[in-house]
């Protein structure tokens, strides 16, 4: 079993819906939660990211964690063709060292 | 501009030469890494340096070598490149993180496509 799972997709969705992504992982270790963004031959940036549990807002972005559930989501407001890209999230304890789920690609219809 | 820089992007080889990935950036950050992604598996680790002349595995070091004597590059080497490290590879780069600090921002190159024939 990985250490942190993503489904792959793709997630179709029309203009304007809402994306909502999620990642499920087993080390209760992990402390800080990211979501990066990558681009079609380009590399992953980091789209937000959380410390334990809660919930964070930026702009038509929100990521939430749950640690109880090990579970966590991103949500994407009002989505636009140019959300259209993988969304992979990444965990870590302590320390440098990130673990990736494998990314869930996106694809925003006009 | 703050950037990691790869080179080369693409590459096509044959099993057994030799080749290098460069990996160079310019934001003083100790921290450098090597990914490798691939369909279904996500981005996993190769290697990893803390700072200048240390370097640690990481999940799939095998088949794949490292050096990091000056802070801003970090090459990728395949010694005797085979078939199954056809991939694309990332290097990423961020400051060091303490055991108690946040999350350190990783920030990744444009990647290298290399398929090994």
């Known amino acids: 079993q990985k250490e942190v799972e993503q489904d792959p997709g793709p997630l179709s969705v029309p203009e304007g819906a809402i994306v909502s992504l999620n990642c499920t992982y087993s080390n209760s270790a992990f402390q800080y939660f990211m979501w990066y963004r990558q681009y079609s031959r380009k590399g992953p940036e980091l789209l937000m990211y959380?410390?334990?549990?809660g919930n964070k807002e930026d702009g038509r972005f929100t990521a939430q964690v749950d640690k109880s559930s090990k579970y966590i989501s991103l949500f994407i407001r009002d989505s636009q063709p140019s959300d259209s890209a993988t969304y992979l999230c990444a965990m870590k304890a302590a320390g440098n060292k990130l673990t990736f789920g494998g990314g869930t690609r996106v694809l925003v219809k006009p | 501009e703050a950037q990691v820089t790869q080179n080369p992007r693409y590459l096509i080889t044959v099993t057994g030469k030799k080749l290098t990935v460069t990996c160079s950036q310019n934001?003083?950050?100790?921290?450098m890494s090597w990914y490798r992604q691939d369909p279904g598996l996500g981005l996993r680790q190769i290697y990893y340096?803390?700072?200048?002349?240390?370097?640690d595995k990481g999940d799939v070091p095998e088949g794949y070598k490292v050096s990091r004597k000056e802070k801003r590059n970090f090459p990728l080497i395949l010694e005797s490149p085979s078939p199954n490290q056809t991939s694309l590879y990332f290097c990423?780069?961020?400051?060091?993180?303490?055991?108690?600090?946040?999350?350190?921002?990783?920030?990744f190159g444009a990647g290298s496509r290399l398929t090994v024939l």
């Open positions: 990423a780069s961020s400051f060091t993180a303490g055991p108690s600090s946040g999350a350190n921002v990783l920030t």
């Open positions: 340096s803390m700072n200048v002349e240390v370097t």
């Open positions: 934001m003083n950050h100790e921290y």
């Open positions: 959380t410390y334990s549990s």
